[in-house]
């Protein structure tokens, strides 16, 4: 009989030679299953990229200066009012600058002539009051005019905040617009900021860590795109129960 495998000290197996016919060795490979999983995805644009753009006062629309799909700078001149607020702010603050000019001036004279001996203390007062007042109306007048911008009588200009791409727009020549309106008269996106979201179904979201290699496919294209994901959303979203996964693709 052959002698059996012994032991050594730190725990090898020694074969003996007779034994060694009968046993096959191949080398070791480490296998790591990859689940593959398929969730619906969508074009979208990062949080904070997307600008809203409304009116800070009542008027109607008389000019558009930017349409849907546009690239525009920021500052451009997207859509022209004309809002008799604006004028009546205007023209208040106007109003209000010329007292104010004839009051100082009239505390000027008051206390010349004080100190000349010529006139009084409760003028001089009464003077100084009245320029306090107005400096304060003045104030509030000034904050208006920043409210409905430069310009000229009821002309208010709304400019893009942003640059980027005009996404919506809901403004019309002739159209009524005030600053209460339940939608934004225009949406501009910056287009460097265009990401890829995927609903990924709650059941399945476990299987998703951020870092983790994405392909996208596009209809528009035979080749996948490869990228990352960056985020996974929290929360389920409520009807779809899916869970909001933002990928980066990769440059």
Request: glycine share 10%; charged share 25%.
């Amino acid at each position: 009989a052959s002698p059996g495998p012994t032991a050594t000290a730190d725990g090898e197996v020694v074969l003996s030679p007779e034994a060694q016919v009968f046993v096959r060795g191949e080398p070791a490979a480490s296998s790591r299953a990859v689940s593959t999983l398929r969730a619906p995805a969508r074009i979208a644009y990062r949080d904070g990229t997307v600008a809203e753009v409304g009116t800070p006062v009542a008027g109607r629309v008389t000019e558009i200066g930017a349409h849907v799909g546009e690239l525009v700078q920021a500052g451009q001149a997207l859509l022209v009012l004309r809002s008799p607020d604006a004028a009546a702010a205007r023209a208040e603050l106007a109003a209000t600058q010329a007292e104010l000019e004839t009051a100082l001036a009239e505390a000027r004279r008051t206390s010349d002539m004080l100190t000349r001996g010529a006139g009084s203390e409760r003028e001089r007062r009464a003077a100084e009051l009245r320029v306090s007042e107005l400096e304060i109306a003045q104030a509030r007048s000034r904050t208006q005019f920043a409210i409905v911008g430069s310009g000229s009588g009821g002309v208010v200009t709304i400019r893009a905040p942003i640059a980027g791409v005009v996404l919506r727009r809901r403004a019309a020549i002739g159209m009524s617009v005030g600053p209460d309106d339940a939608e934004p008269l225009l949406e501009i996106g910056d287009p460097s900021a265009l990401g890829v979201t995927a609903e990924v179904f709650e059941r399945d979201v476990g299987q998703v860590r951020e870092g983790a290699e994405v392909e996208v496919s596009f209809p528009t294209s035979e080749t996948p795109s490869h990228g990352h994901v960056t985020y996974v959303a929290p929360a389920v979203t409520e009807g779809m129960r899916t869970v909001p996964v933002r990928i980066e693709l990769d440059a």
